[in-house]
């Protein structure tokens, strides 16, 4: 049995080392002919006469030409030459010299199809015997290379944009936002980058905290390292010291040889988002950690440095939450050197055209709709409501109606809103909204937002709306009477342009208003902050610095 099979096996191996010899001329011009019609480049091969002997598919599709009726045709009699061009055919020159011709730009004309080619073409001989026998020449149609080019280029940089980089998504270009104080804490935080000091952002829920932690990070020299997110308020506190410190084998039951957080953010950024959340003792070892720039493992002796940058992250007042117990007065201090505060998106409610721009380009991309703006009645209602969830809680009203709604829109409108979101904005004054429209004219202010699509192109998406003075909102109060020195002081007198610099005007009128919030509420700071809808420690701020 064993030597049947092993005299099959042999004849299989004969036929196969047999098969070799069996390849004609004509079965390996088979071959040849099917490789090169597969490649990408038009290929022409001429003989010693200059006629074509053999012209591939990319060729047929470029010239637009039968290959098959251009066989032993001369080359002059298949292509003519342009004005930017030589007299006679390139394949006689090589045919002639034998020297082959690099890559080198053309254009030509075929005959047959009345095309003008332009193409780079390399042009080689082929030598037998000391003598050229055949001329071939590779060719790429400029008009194909260069939308080829642009398809790369184009994939080439949507990946980019998409590729995390360290764990992250964001840099301060992912960053939307004109308001004056938005823009202010952008170059803030930017500075800040800068350093290697350790930061506490402060903003409310869905401002876009953990945006500026990714911002920062790479924006600094910690760039290069990992970026490493935790939520406190996730994770059970008696899970969050082993995964911030490490563990040993053996510490405790089922324990392993395990880093850190600090250990596996080394030579990058640990973002802590909501500390607050953090139990009070987890925030004393957080507090000696920063303190000391060492860590140890849970169950070990062995003190370990670490070279990692810590943000911190904060959604309520952090001098409240010192007050309620939630957060360490000395961690505060430790981290206060570096506060930023992310301002609500109630506070900067001229930035909401350009955000509905931004995700409106870019739920057309993902749902396939072409929807152009907000109606200008839906940016209204979007203008008063007070947006408690902030840009997260905008993105999401966006979306709901991309899917819901049906195809083919062009206006976006409180009917395609989801049935939950659509509630908010049916009647005024209620879910956050804010007080009915001002009836005067007077009172309500025009922005213009044309926000460039992300293609790039020159259309813009119309968002010319109107804005509500809305509790809080000093654009709708009638400028201050100015005196002699130019800023406010003399009541009754009707307003002239400020003659003291921008600055100083501004601060002037910054602290009017203040002395008089102060002075109506009795002194009262938190109530003059939610009034004035800033934090209570900005206006404590802005009472040392004007010396109210």
Known sequence: MQNETEARDGER????AGSGAEYTPEMMNRIYEAVLNQVEEAVVISDDEN???????????????????????????????????????????VLNTGIAANEYFNQYVVKESHKVLNVIERMFPVNYKNRTVA???????????????????????????EKPRNGTKYTFSSILGNDINFVEAISNAKHVAQNQTNVLIYGETGTGKELFAQSIHNYSVFQNGPFISVN????????????????????????????????QAENGTLFLD?????????????????????VRRIGSEKELSINCRILCALNEDPLECIENGKLRRDLYYR??????????????????????GCFITRYNKEYGQHIRRVDSGLMERFLRYQWPGNVRELQHVVESAYSVSEQNLDVLRLEHISPYYRSFFAEPGIAGAAAPMAADPAA????????????????????????SAAPGDFRALPPPAHGPGGFPGSPGQSPEPPSLPLKEAMDAYEKSILSATLARLGGNVSA????????????QHKIKKYGL
């Open 13 to 16: 191996e004969e036929g196969r």
């Open 135 to 161: 001329v071939y020449s590779l060719i790429k149609n400029l008009p194909v290379m260069k939308k080829t080019m642009e398809q790369s280029l184009e994939l080439y940089t949507h990946f980019e944009e």
């Open 51 to 93: 006629k074509v002997i053999f012209i591939n598919r990319a060729a047929e599709v470029i010239e637009g030409v039968d290959a098959k009726k251009s066989l032993h045709k001369s080359m002059e009699e298949l292509y003519c030459p342009t004005e930017n061009t030589p007299k006679h055919s390139r394949h006689a020159i």
């Open 274 to 294: 909501e500390i607050n959340s953090m139990d009070i003792a987890l925030q004393a070892k957080l507090l000696k950690v920063i303190e000391n720039k060492t």
């Open 528 to 539: 003059a902050a939610r009034e004035l809808m800033i934090t209570r420690q900005a206006l």
């Open 232 to 263: 406190c308020a996730a994770i059970p506190a008696t899970l969050l010291e082993s995964m911030f410190f490490g563990t040993v084998k053996g510490s405790y039951t089922g324990a392993n040889n395990m880093a850190g957080l600090f250990e």
């Open 335 to 356: 981290l206060s050197s570096c506060i930023l505060h992310i301002p609500p998106l109630r506070s900067r409610k001229s930035d909401i055209p350009l955000l509905c």
């Open 444 to 467: 309500r202010e025009t922005v213009d937002s044309p926000v460039s699509s992300a293609a790039g192109s020159a259309d813009t998406v119309d968002f010319t709306t109107k804005v």
